[in-house]
C-alpha cells in the first residue's frame, strides 16, 4: 500500500542527540538576531569612521543578516522538499504560505495539505472562514487589487514580465465594465509583445478555441525554452543537456518532462522563431511530437478537450489518422495566430 513505510538505512543518531541538535540551531538563531536587533542603532555602517568600533559592530551586524538570509534560503529549501513526503499538517501549513506568489506551486500544497489533514471537501460540510483555498483566493484579490496602482506607479519596472504575458490580472466586476481600463493597461505596458502568439484583439468569430487554450501556454513553454538553449550554446553531453533542462523546468506548472520527451526538445535551437510562416515546421518537429508523448492517449483515456474533439471526428479510426488531423489542427491554429514575419 502507498502508505506503508518503505524499509531504510537505520539512522545514524538517536532521537535524543537529533533533538538537542535542533535546540542547538534554534538557539544559534535566537542569539544571532537578538544580536543583530541590539545593533540597530547604529544604522548605516558607512556612516562611521573607518577602522572604529561602531563601524566595525555594524558590519558585524550586516554580516548576521547575511548569514540569516543565506539560511532561510537553504531552510525553505529543505522544507519545500520535505513537504512532498512529510505527515505533519503543520510544516504543510508553513510550506503553503511561504508559496504566496507562486500560484501553481501553492495550488499543488494546498492539496497536499488537505489530503494528510483529513480535510474532504466533497462532504458539501462548510469548512468555515480562513481556510488555504480561501485565504489564497482572498490574497489573490488583494494583490491584484494593488496591481493597478502598482502599474501607474512603476510602468517601466512590470514592463518586462508585461511584454510575456497572454493577459492582464484585473479584478472582475458585476456593476464596473474594466474593458477600457484594460486596454489602457496594455497599451502602457505593451502587454504580450513578446508572447509568441498574437494576442491582440481578437474580434473574428470563433477565436476562442479549446486547441487554442490548450496550445497557448504549451507553445509559450516551447518559446522561452528554446531562446534559453540558444543562450546554452553546444552541449556535448548528453547529461549535462538534461540537467540544463531540469533545472530550468521549475518556471513552469508542468511536471518535469520524461526522457523520451528530451530528445523532441533538443531540435528547438535548430528551429526558426515561430511564426505564420514556420508554423507547419513547429507543429510537425516539435509540437505535434509532444502532444503525442504527453497528452494524446487514446479516444477512451484522452482527458484533454480540445485532444478530445479530434479523437471523437467520424474520419479518426486509427493513431495515425488522429496525428495527422492533429498536425493540421495544430497548423492551421498557429498560422491564424501566430506573428506575422
Known sequence: MADE???????????????????????????????????????????????????????????????????LVKFMSNVRHR???TRSVDLLAFAEIYTQGDGYEALHLIRRYQEVSGDDTKTGVDPGPETFPDSFAWDTYLRVSALAGLAEEFPMHLRHSARQMHGWP???SHHLDGRAEFERVAERLELGADFPLNVGP????????P?????EPKVWRLHVLRERMIEWGEIRKPGDFVQRIYGFWWEFPDPEPEPEVVPILQRLPSLPPLTQKTAR??????????????????????????????????????????????????????????RAD
Open 5 to 71: 513505510p518503505q524499509p531504510s538505512a537505520k539512522p545514524q543518531f538517536t532521537a535524543e542527540a537529533i533533538r538537542e541538535k535542533f535546540k542547538t540551531m534554534a538557539s544559534w538563531v535566537e542569539i544571532a538576531t537578538g544580536f543583530a536587533q541590539e545593533l540597530d542603532w547604529l544604522g548605516d555602517a558607512k556612516v562611521h569612521p573607518e577602522g572604529s568600533e561602531e563601524r566595525e559592530l555594524a558590519k558585524v551586524r550586516d554580516d548576521v543578516d547575511l548569514a540569516l538570509s543565506n539560511l
Open 202 to 209: 481578437r474580434k473574428k468569430r470563433g477565436t476562442e478555441t
Open 281 to 338: 515546421e513547429w507543429s510537425r518537429k516539435v509540437i505535434v511530437p509532444l502532444i503525442m508523448l504527453e497528452d494524446a492517449e487514446t479516444a477512451e483515456t484522452c482527458e484533454t478537450p480540445a485532444l478530445q474533439n479530434i479523437w471523437r471526428h467520424r474520419s479518426v479510426k486509427s493513431r495515425s489518422t488522429f496525428q495527422s488531423r492533429l498536425h493540421s489542427a495544430v497548423t492551421d491554429t498557429l498560422e491564424r495566430f501566430g
Open 170 to 172: 484585473m479584478i472582475v
Open 83 to 85: 513537504a512532498e513526503k
Open 211 to 215: 486547441l487554442l487554450r490548450y496550445l
